[in-house]
């Protein structure tokens, strides 16, 4: 179900020749990802309810909604609310740290001063909340219009986002931004939003990394719990993924084949996650862009103990493939070792 409210379909003013960026803090952002948060908080924004950056980091994501809350004239009182730990709890966070704004942090170390100085010319616009995540709470009266969710990097922040959250999104108006929706490491992510496919419509199927979802009904308690504990099996996963290929067009479809990839390889190890790469790359028909060759790039480092453990906190704690799942898995090796022999590789 794709959306037909005209506000969304006929005008996506983040795609006019104009569109502004909002702000340039350095930060994990695409442009066009920018110029999305800018205009979604500018000219879609309504005020109904709260807006969230989930994940702020050293403060772009803030910037560029609190720089559109600033010129949209329908909602003075509100602010952008800031999570974040403001830990840098992994060697990527150290690493851009380092690069962008040398400094040198280790491990465990709080960048929140890095953060507090970015946003200081919208100081009056937020309002921050630090800490981790999973010991955060919402309160259950206010609503929340527009979500961005730039933080869900393990099935426990899935989990706390859907349940913490999604409950106070507005039927027929809230917003949500995957930002994570096309990196392969986050596969998770298209297989949550497809089994809660009626509940949401598809705005905007690709600014970068980021998918923009409407949402337009309640989800009844049970749905829930099944997206948030993420009780999928591997084929289910594998069909959701390919039904989130057919929903998002090109080339959004090519990025989601790396993250079926990283499914496999999640589940059954490196050399299935390797077969299953050769087969996507062949498969894929889209020009190289940044989207592609990030995914590329982590696909040629992945680890599938290393994934595991990420994602669940200890690999043992994945619940390992059932027989129908390896069936199913050994069915379609063969069937794409025999395909392959009539398509050429690109
Ligand atoms: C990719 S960065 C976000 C990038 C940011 N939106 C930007 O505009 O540059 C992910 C952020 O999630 C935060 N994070 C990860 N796990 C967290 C947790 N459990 N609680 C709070 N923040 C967390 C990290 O500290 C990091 O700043």
Not at 50 to 77: H, K, Q, V
Not at 155 to 172: D, H, Q
Not at 268 to 288: C, D, H, K, N, Y
Not at 325 to 330: E, H, K, L, P, Q
Request: charged letters at 20%.
């Amino acid at each position: 179900m794709e959306s037909n409210d005209p506000r969304l379909t006929k005008a996506k003013p983040w795609l006019a020749p104009d569109a502004a960026a909002g702000s340039y803090a350095l930060g994990l952002l695409g442009l066009e990802e920018r110029k999305l948060l800018y205009h979604l908080a500018r000219d879609i924004y309504s005020g109904a309810g709260a807006i969230l950056d989930l994940g702020a980091f050293c403060g772009a994501s803030t910037c560029c909604l609190a720089a559109g809350l600033r010129d949209n004239p329908r909602a003075p009182e509100r602010r952008v609310h800031s999570f974040d730990s403001f830990i840098a709890s992994e060697p990527y966070l150290v690493d851009f740290i380092r690069d962008q704004f040398g400094e040198q942090l280790a491990l465990g170390q709080s960048f929140e001063a890095i953060f507090r100085r970015t946003v200081a010319d919208y100081v009056d616009r937020i309002e921050v909340h630090a800490g981790d995540l999973l010991a955060q709470t919402w309160p259950i009266s206010e609503p929340i219009e527009l979500l961005f969710v730039d933080i869900a990097k393990t099935l426990a922040l899935s989990g706390k986002v859907l349940t913490e959250f999604f409950p106070r999104l507005i039927p027929g108006k809230s917003l949500v931004v995957h930002q994570d929706f096309y990196h392969p490491t986050a596969f998770y992510l298209p297989v949550v939003m497809d089994s809660l496919a009626e509940h949401f419509t598809i705005i905007e199927t690709g600014r970068d990394s980021s998918v923009v979802f409407k949402f337009e009904s309640p989800i009844p308690q049970a749905e829930l719990e099944r997206a948030s504990g993420y009780d999928f099996s591997f084929i289910q996963q594998k069909a959701a993924l390919r039904r989130m290929m057919h929903r998002v067009g090109m080339p959004g479809g090519d990025y989601l084949r790396l993250g079926e990839c990283a499914a496999i390889g999640t589940a059954f190890g490196e050399r299935q996650f390797r077969a299953a790469l050769v087969s996507a790359t062949r498969q894929s028909t889209i020009a190289p862009c940044q989207v592609w060759s990030d995914g590329l790039k982590w696909c040629g480092a992945f680890n599938a103990v290393h994934i595991r453990n990420r994602l669940w906190g200890s690999a043992s704690k994945m619940p390992p493939p059932s027989a129908t799942d390896r069936a199913y898995m050994i069915g379609s090796s063969v069937w794409s070792a025999i395909a392959s022999r009539f398509k050429p590789a690109r």
